[in-house]
């Protein structure tokens, strides 16, 4: 254990954009097992071996930079996911409309007849049957 902690001095080691590229690899060879295209297994080995790269590199601040990236781009995939979730749920109960104006988009309740709606953006008023 000793000698594993000397090797590791001074390198990268573990964050989570090396989990994400093992979680990646992963599903590769279990897409690979089920769909028997065996090549694909290369393609597998791609984010898992720079998964160990990172880990055992010593450039810590461009690994630390990778992180940030990765962080950054996962925070917007989950964000745009949560949007779209929140708009699958909603439309049961609201309607969704963009005003015309800045494109901002608006929520409102559903069955209340035709009603004027105030952009809260740019205070622009339009008239929809909800
Ligand atoms: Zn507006």
Known sequence: MNRFRNFMYGRYGFDQ????????????SV????TRINLLVILSYIPFLYAL?????K???RRSQENMAYLRLEGSVRSKFNRIKL?????K????YTCSKCKQSIRVPRGKGK???TCPKCKAEFVRRT
């Open 53 to 57: 790269y990172r880990s055992f590199s």
């Open 115 to 117: 009603i004027v709606i």
């Open 31 to 34: 897409i690979t097992t089920l």
């Open 59 to 61: 450039d810590i601040q």
């Open 87 to 91: 708009w699958l749920v909603g439309t």
């Open 17 to 28: 954009f090396t989990k994400a590229l093992i979680i990646c690899s992963l599903l590769i």
């Open 93 to 96: 109960t609201h309607k969704y």
